[in-house]
Nanobody, 123 residues
Framework: QVQLAESGGGSVEAGRSLTLSCAASTNTDETKCMAWFRQAPGQEREGVATIYTPTGGASYADSVKGRFTVSRDAAKNTVSLRMNSLRSEDTAMYYC????????????????WGQGTQVTVSS
């Protein structure tokens, strides 16, 4: 069983930055891909960024490309999401997830999920 714990959410003004972190309790084949999803009220959960931890290869949703950066610390089993130039439309609950493969579109690949951390951006 893998447990994921997010931290780093909060309320900021548009244009500012936040960094989210996700700590995984262990490192297995099912945590090779770590991903960030977000869900705003009344909307479906959407993929934000993924990182394939063995290689560091990352992918991003078009809406965050150039503003968000995902990174990992393999030794600490942690993944971070640096969010710059935040916009009001980035307001959502952000979830860390883990799975054997990466996909921004297929939520069902991810077996493990954190509880989420709220990000609120005011304009």
């Amino acid at each position: 069983q893998v447990q994921l714990a997010e931290s780093g959410g909060g309320s900021v003004e548009a244009g500012r930055s936040l960094t989210l972190s996700c700590a995984a309790s262990t490192n297995t084949d099912e945590t090779k891909c770590m991903a960030w999803f977000r869900q705003a009220p009344g909307q479906e959960r959407e993929g934000v960024a993924t990182i394939y931890t063995p290689t560091g290869g990352a992918s991003y949703a078009d809406s965050v490309k150039g503003r968000f950066t995902v990174s990992r610390d393999a030794a600490k089993n942690t993944v971070s999401l640096r969010m710059n130039s935040l916009r009001s439309e980035d307001t959502a609950m952000y979830y860390c997830s883990a799975g054997p493969f990466c996909s921004l579109d297929n939520i069902f690949l991810y077996r493990y999920w954190g509880q989420g951390t709220q990000v609120t951006v005011s304009s």
